[in-house]
């Protein structure tokens, strides 16, 4: 028998006398508590501590005697954001610890966080810039890689415009690095420039902007710990944002909430849900009107909310009556009864919350779904209150900030619009002539019986998105809106697989002059076509390798430090978009602002003083009062702030009476101190403690009928009714003008000329009208109605239609697709294909109706998380979902291979099958994380040597069809048709 | 002394797999080697319920019983631990364990085993505390560091607890009193011959 070891002393502590100090600290019995798992109070004294428990507290990993730094950074996959607390050794990231005092993640991961090291280990990274000549891959200098693209951009700047050559984004940037790609893009003279949010919440960015005055999520994760309801619709948060789950479970337990999962696929979620609806893809204005249905037939409706602060729910109402329960189920598949006590639920056992993802969002009628939501919330009362709120979980780490920050083709940073008075707030803060941008645009002539547009009005017009850009290359020059076609793209951390119609997309890509990533990974944008030429692999860090602020999706803003320098030869993409236009020649005037540092291959921005230009100019979206300093104290101090209010106690040190993250807005000056904004639009707390209102930002009135609040405004506000947004004439008019600055005065006389009245909340440059502003208790933008109908849309009241391949062409007549229009420079011919289908007869040969989503092992286009052998050990191959009696029928068993045919561009897709009851009959579900496959055959020689992800599979989206949103341009993932065989 | 145990509050677990990469992260798992899993039960189904499952550091092990030439042990933590120096990779552990948590490594042409490897309750293994020559055999020792198993502490959902056996079953008492529903401590009755009354 084996001698036992003694356990009451640890031998010798792994590190030895560098971190004396920290090996004698000992454990404290709190500390010892958190680490049991135990919620913050409560049970402290229920057990007890054996005394041989606590032992020699010291920092962990695994070179003996070598001091360990510990850095704090925020995982890079979806937006709730955790903290991640790194060991550093040596310039290496030897190993990972809890993050404790993070009230967002308490310590938490998910498979995807707690695995996040491996990323800079990354023996699959790109390691160095290459490039491919006769179809070989080539090693290259970073010196070589920007003169040959520079001279390249150069040329095609030269014979095709500024518009042939399109700058996609990351959601993975920084906020710092996102806000730099869109002035690049400004800069370089386009608005073809854009991110993972098009394919992800664009619609809900204009749906939920359009309905009450900011595209984001109202609430936060840690809120919904108050929520007596809870519903999710399409949103399959325990495997998209695991740790969210952390709150509403706890939320569930302690509230006694009811959870119902909308949702086509019997998810993770719907198996901690206390009901699951199943859903046919695609039918979720048809199920929102028919929940509100009930609610106004009951009059569970909060009537006296809609009076005060909501518009036009009238014309909502009179549609919801035609939406009876039989029509709902004919159409949705739900039973009437099911929905009623859904309805109940919702509108009397209050707070109430609505959360959606993808599910909702990528659908020809994403916008018009999201705006049914949003009605559904207010019919009931429930936005603008702890517990309640449209919590849009958003999927990539930054997607928030990216967002917030412009990287968008119809917007400058922080929603200002691409009209004149946008441009010339940027061109202010710039400090670059207005006419300097005018003259990087280009004229675009008239086309096919089109217009033809100046420089300046190609400046304001929205580019192509990222859902078509393949479009912009393939289709006739006549049928593109701008002065040539696509020709080259600069694809900065994206991947090329998220969007449908990807064997069109290979198309794309091969016709293309010149092709640059620059990702940590190749991604599919490398791999799925072999282009002899003209494609450069630029090796960018990781986040993890450098420092920078990002947005979670509950508008928290956290500072992070990099773990370590970037790996092998891969660079920082504050460094690389810097080199970019040194090359193209305007990084003198682009920098002029910016303090440049040492970075690992030369001066770069540095992170601080790109986020000081963004508070310059951030007033409209409350991106002001977030400077770094206050970042950077919030997270040395994430133990003070609360777990459930995110507020810190009002004496504690630096970050006193402030909101976790300074969550946007954020108004005024850093030095006005203003805490942030937990919950959007609540009006039952002063504007200094984050309170507001809906926003008034489509008129003072519509039809007779006032925009403006009705008898409520929010607490202490001066103004004891609704008000419109603040200019210096509104400040003049009410005598308020005089507790400007002189300071602030001159600032606004300066930059008003002769029209200082307009000069308004959003682009005094000052900050003082939102200071005085808030002294007398109001909101800067003012104090309107949200709108149940939003007459400058499409459909202004939402209207269900049948998505273009539909399994009910019976259904067709009744509620068709929209008609053909162009929109953002090229055609949007969905009704065209919806009746071709129907002709062709194509709901009956494809039969199974496919939608997509995620795993949790795996993120977004998957190269990353697929080559992290962690996860990649976790799922290892492509698989479809399909129903046992769909199976059955097929002579398809779980397990065995079969082919996915789809039915546009003979597609087809050779995967797995997992035959399970979570999907319904008539319907199949794959992951969209897999590439490196197509059409049965393996691309993993088109990979440059060594940079091959571990784990390749089908792309879902070469089965994936046509359709667009009218609004955004947001694809159609989620609702499409397909067949499937044995293979 | 302690008596450490793990506790998966299946009402809580959401199969999010934290716990696993955890495990692999912290103690680099070799592919193909799975200290922790999680197993979904009624997969896609109502009533799916998903447990993380290692080794459950057995009152009585029975891998401790029928191992042939006496290689485990069990700390005064009540942790179970082996050494690797001693197992001859026979295999006996695998089928005596309620819940398959011995793993080995295929070192052979003809399937040969290599020496068994398992959750160690993030304790280490015979050699002294926080060597190199440890965590190379064994994996990081974080009990010696007065942390608890990094599986546990990382859970998402804080579905999987480690720590004293009383203060992990007194928070889960807690948690059901107040939720009203539990599925039970699983796998407590066979592993510690006891179970969660509440």
Same mark, same amino acid.
């Given at each position: 028998m084996l001698v036992k070891r003694k356990s009451g002393q640890a031998g010798r502590s792994r590190l030895q006398s560098a971190v004396a100090g920290l090996a004698s600290a000992t454990l404290d019995r709190r500390s010892f508590l958190k680490r049991s798992g135990l919620a913050v109070g409560g049970l402290a004294a229920a057990g007890t501590l054996g005394a041989g428990t606590v032992r020699k507290a010291a920092a962990g990993p695994m070179m003996e005697g070598v001091e360990v730094d510990i850095r704090k950074n925020i995982c890079t996959h979806c937006s709730v954001g955790c903290t991640v607390t790194a060991e550093v050794q040596n310039g290496v990231w030897t190993g990972q610890e809890p993050s404790w005092n993070s009230p967002i993640n308490r310590g938490t991961h998910c498979a995807k966080g707690a695995s996040v090291r491996e990323l800079v280990h990354g023996d699959r990274r790109l390691k160095y810039p290459m490039k491919r000549q006769n179809g070989e891959w080539v090693r290259i200098s970073w010196d070589d890689a920007f003169s040959e693209i520079g001279q390249k951009l150069v040329e095609l700047r030269e014979n095709s415009g500024a518009d042939s050559v399109y700058w996609l984004g990351s959601a993975k940037f920084?906020?710092?690095?996102?806000?730099?790609?869109?002035?690049?893009?400004?800069?370089?003279?386009?608005?073809?420039?854009?991110?993972?949010?098009?394919?992800?919440?664009?619609?809900?960015?204009?749906?939920?902007?359009?309905? &009450?005055?900011?595209?984001?999520?109202?609430?936060?994760?840690?809120?919904?710990?108050?929520?007596?309801?809870?519903?999710?619709?399409?949103?399959?948060?325990?495997e998209a944002h695991p740790v969210s789950l952390q709150h509403i479970l706890s939320g569930k337990e302690q509230q006694q909430a009811n959870v119902f999962v909308f949702d086509p696929r019997f998810t993770r979620t719907a198996a901690h849900a206390t009901e699951y609806v199943r859903m046919r893809s695609g039918t979720d204005i048809a199920v929102i009107w028919g929940i509100m249905h009930h609610i106004f037939a009951n009059g569970w409706e909060d009537q006296d909310f809609i009076d005060a602060r909501v518009f036009g729910m009238d014309e909502v109402r009179a549609e919801c009556e035609k939406w009876t329960p039989e029509r709902v189920e004919n159409v949705t598949g739900i039973p009437g009864e099911q929905l009623r006590r859904v309805a109940e639920t919702f509108a009397t056992q209050k707070p109430a919350t609505f959360i959606w993802c993808m599910g909702g969002t990528q659908h020809t009628v994403g916008t018009a779904n999201v705006r049914a939501y949003c009605n559904l919330l207010l019919a009931t009362g429930n936005v603008g209150k702890a517990g309640t709120g449209a919590n849009i979980f958003r999927g990539h780490c930054n997607v928030q900030g990216a967002t917030d920050l412009g990287l968008d083709i119809s917007n400058l940073p922080l929603y200002y619009g691409l009209t004149e008075g946008g441009w010339r707030h940027w061109s202010r803060v710039w400090e670059v002539d207005y006419d300097y941008f005018v003259s990087r645009f280009d004229e675009v002539p008239a086309k096919a019986g089109r217009e033809a547009r100046t420089r300046e009005q190609n400046m304001q017009t929205p580019g192509i998105p990222s859902t078509r850009w393949f479009d912009a290359t393939?289709?006739?020059?006549?049928?593109?809106?701008?002065?040539?076609?696509?020709?080259?793209?600069?694809?900065?951390?994206? =991947?090329?697989?998220?969007?449908?119609?990807?064997?069109?997309?290979?198309?794309?890509?091969?016709?293309?002059?010149?092709?640059?990533?620059?990702?940590?990974?190749?991604?599919?944008?490398?791999?799925?076509?072999?282009?002899?030429?003209?494609?450069?692999?630029?090796?960018?860090?990781?986040?993890?390798?450098?420092?920078?602020?990002?947005?979670?999706?509950?508008?928290?803003?956290?500072?992070?430090?990099?773990?370590?320098?970037?790996? /092998?030869?891969?660079?920082?993409?504050? &460094?690389?978009?810097?080199?970019?236009?040194?090359?193209?020649?305007?990084?003198?005037?682009?920098?002029?602002? !910016?303090?440049?540092?040492?970075?690992?291959?030369?001066?770069?921005?540095?992170?601080?003083?790109?986020?000081?230009?963004?508070?310059?100019?951030?007033?409209?979206?409350?991106?002001? =009062?977030?400077?770094?300093?206050?970042?950077?104290?919030?997270?040395?101090?994430?133990? $003070?702030?609360?777990?459930?209010?995110?507020?810190?106690?009002?004496?504690?040190?630096?970050?006193?009476?402030?909101?976790?993250?300074?969550?946007?807005?954020?108004?005024?000056?850093?030095?006005?101190?203003?805490?942030?904004?937990?919950?959007?639009?609540?009006?039952?707390?002063?504007?200094?403690?984050?309170?507001?209102?809906?926003?008034?930002?489509?008129?003072?009135?519509?039809?007779?009928?006032?925009?403006?609040?009705?008898?409520?405004?929010?607490?202490?506000?001066?103004?004891?009714?609704?008000?419109?947004? /603040?200019?210096?004439?509104?400040?003049?008019?009410?005598?308020?003008? =005089? *507790?400007?600055?002189?300071?602030?005065?001159?600032? !606004?006389?300066?930059?008003?000329?002769?029209?200082?009245?307009?000069?308004? &909340?959003?682009?005094?440059?000052?900050?003082?009208?939102?200071?005085?502003?808030?002294?007398?208790?109001?909101?800067?933008?003012?104090?309107?109605?949200?709108?149940?109908?939003?007459?400058?849309?499409?459909?202004?009241?939402?209207?269900?239609?049948?998505?273009?391949?539909?399994?009910?062409?019976?259904?067709?007549?009744?509620?068709?697709?929209?008609? *053909?229009?162009?929109?953002?420079?090229?055609?949007?011919?969905?009704?065209?294909?919806?009746?071709?289908?129907?002709?062709?007869?194509?709901?009956?040969?494809?039969?199974?109706?496919?939608?997509?989503?995620?795993?949790?092992?795996?993120?977004?286009?998957?190269?990353?998380?697929?080559?992290?052998? &962690?996860?990649?050990?976790?799922?290892?191959?492509?698989?479809?979902?399909?129903?046992?009696?769909?199976?059955?029928?097929?002579?398809?068993?779980?397990?065995?291979?079969?082919?996915?045919?789809?039915?546009?561009?003979?597609?087809?897709?050779?995967?797995?099958?997992?035959?399970?009851?979570?999907?319904? $009959?008539?319907?199949?579900?794959?992951?969209?994380?897999?590439? =490196?496959?197509?059409?049965?055959?393996?691309?993993?020689?088109?990979?440059?040597?060594?940079?091959?992800?571990?784990?390749?599979?089908?792309?879902?989206?070469?089965?994936?069809?046509?359709?667009?949103?009218?609004?955004?341009?947001?694809?159609?993932?989620?609702?499409?048709?397909?067949?499937?065989?044995?293979? | 002394m302690a008596r450490m145990k793990f506790l998966c509050d299946a009402d809580r677990c959401i199969e999010c797999n934290a716990c696993v990469t955890a495990c692999k992260n912290e103690h680099e798992v070799p592919w193909g080697i799975n200290r922790r899993r999680v197993v979904t039960i009624n997969d896609g189904l109502p009533g799916e319920r998903s447990v993380s499952m290692a080794c459950m550091h057995?009152?009585?092990?029975?891998?401790?019983?029928?191992?042939?030439?006496?290689?485990?042990?069990?700390?005064?933590?009540?942790?179970?631990?082996?050494? $690797?120096?001693?197992?001859?990779?026979?295999?006996?552990?695998?089928?005596?364990?309620?819940?398959?948590?011995?793993?080995?490594?295929?070192?052979?042409?003809?399937?040969?085993?290599?020496?068994?490897?398992?959750?160690?309750?993030?304790?280490?293994?015979?050699?002294?505390?926080?060597?190199?020559?440890?965590?190379?055999?064994?994996?990081?020792?974080?009990?010696?560091?007065g942390k608890l198993p990094l599986c546990a502490e990382m859970c998402s959902t804080k579905a999987l607890l480690a720590g004293d056996g009383e203060i992990i079953a007194e928070i889960y008492r807690e948690r059901v009193t107040t939720r009203g529903y539990g599925s039970g401590a699983w796998g407590w009755q066979t592993a510690y011959q006891e179970t969660i009354n509440v």
């Open positions: 920084s906020n710092e690095g996102s806000y730099l790609c869109r002035k690049l893009a400004a800069f370089w003279g386009t608005n073809s420039v854009d991110h993972q949010a098009r394919i992800c919440h664009s619609t809900t960015v204009a749906g939920v902007a359009n309905t &009450w005055g900011y595209g984001a999520m109202t609430n936060s994760y840690n809120d919904i710990r108050n929520s007596k309801t809870v519903i999710f619709m399409g949103s399959n948060a325990a393939l289709l006739d020059a006549e049928e593109v809106d701008q002065r040539d076609n696509l020709k080259a793209m600069i694809v900065l951390g994206h =991947g090329g697989n998220t969007v449908p119609r990807q064997p069109e997309v290979k198309a794309g890509l091969e016709a293309l002059e010149l092709l640059v990533v620059v990702d940590p990974h190749p991604t599919s944008f490398a791999s799925l076509h072999a282009r002899p030429d003209g494609t450069y692999l630029l090796p960018a860090a990781t986040q993890f390798e450098c420092n920078g602020s990002r947005t979670c999706s509950n508008r928290s803003i956290q500072w992070y430090e990099k773990i370590v320098d970037p790996i /092998f030869e891969s660079a920082t993409d504050y &460094w690389i978009m810097y080199r970019l236009a040194q090359e193209l020649g305007f990084a003198e005037e682009m920098f002029k602002n !910016i303090e440049m540092v040492e970075g690992k291959f030369g001066p770069e921005p540095s992170a601080e003083s790109l986020l000081r230009e963004i508070n310059r100019g951030g007033w409209s979206t409350g991106y002001c =009062g977030q400077s770094p300093e206050r970042l950077k104290a919030h997270m040395a101090n994430q133990d $003070k702030f609360d777990l459930v209010t995110l507020r810190a106690p009002a004496d504690a040190p630096d970050v006193g009476g402030d909101f976790y993250g300074l969550p946007w807005p954020c108004w005024g000056t850093p030095e006005v101190r203003h805490p942030g904004t937990h919950i959007l639009y609540n009006s039952e707390v002063h504007v200094m403690d984050g309170g507001g209102n809906f926003r008034p930002r489509f008129g003072l009135e519509r039809d007779g009928v006032t925009l403006l609040a009705e008898g409520t405004s929010s607490v202490g506000a001066e103004l004891d009714d609704g008000y419109p947004e /603040f200019t210096m004439a509104v400040l003049r008019e009410l005598g308020w003008d =005089g *507790d400007l600055t002189a300071e602030e005065l001159s600032q !606004i006389e300066r930059q008003g000329g002769d029209d200082v009245d307009a000069v308004s &909340w959003s682009t005094d440059l000052s900050g003082g009208i939102q200071r005085v502003v808030m002294e007398h208790g109001c909101v800067p933008f003012g104090n309107g109605k949200a709108r149940a109908v939003a007459w400058n849309l499409p459909d202004p009241v939402p209207q269900h239609r049948e998505p273009i391949y539909t399994p009910r062409p019976d259904l067709v007549a009744e509620f068709p697709t929209r008609d *053909d229009a162009r929109e953002f420079r090229v055609p949007n011919i969905g009704h065209t294909v919806q009746q071709a289908a129907i002709d062709k007869g194509i709901p009956e040969s494809f039969p199974i109706v496919l939608t997509s989503g995620r795993l949790v092992e795996y993120e977004g286009g998957g190269e990353e998380t697929r080559s992290n052998r &962690w996860l990649a050990e976790l799922q290892q191959d492509m698989f479809v979902e399909i129903n046992p009696a769909d199976a059955a029928e097929r002579g398809i068993t779980d397990g065995g291979w079969v082919w996915v045919t789809g039915p546009e561009n003979d597609s087809r897709a050779r995967v797995k099958a997992l035959v399970t009851e979570r999907v319904g $009959k008539g319907a199949a579900f794959m992951p969209f994380h897999f590439a =490196g496959w197509y059409q049965g055959e393996s691309q993993r020689g088109n990979y440059p040597e060594g940079t091959d992800p571990i784990v390749l599979g089908e792309m879902v989206n070469q089965i994936t069809t046509y359709g667009y949103d009218p609004v955004t341009g947001m694809h159609e993932g989620k609702a499409t048709l397909c067949q499937i065989e044995a293979a | 057995c009152t009585d092990a029975p891998c401790a019983s029928v191992c042939p030439v006496d290689c485990f042990y069990t700390t005064a933590d009540a942790v179970v631990l082996h050494s $690797k120096d001693l197992c001859i990779g026979c295999g006996y552990c695998f089928y005596a364990c309620p819940f398959g948590a011995p793993q080995y490594p295929k070192v052979g042409n003809f399937g040969s085993r290599g020496k068994m490897d398992k959750c160690t309750y993030c304790a280490g293994g015979p050699e002294a505390d926080m060597t190199m020559a440890e965590y190379e055999k064994y994996g990081a020792n974080r009990l010696a560091e």
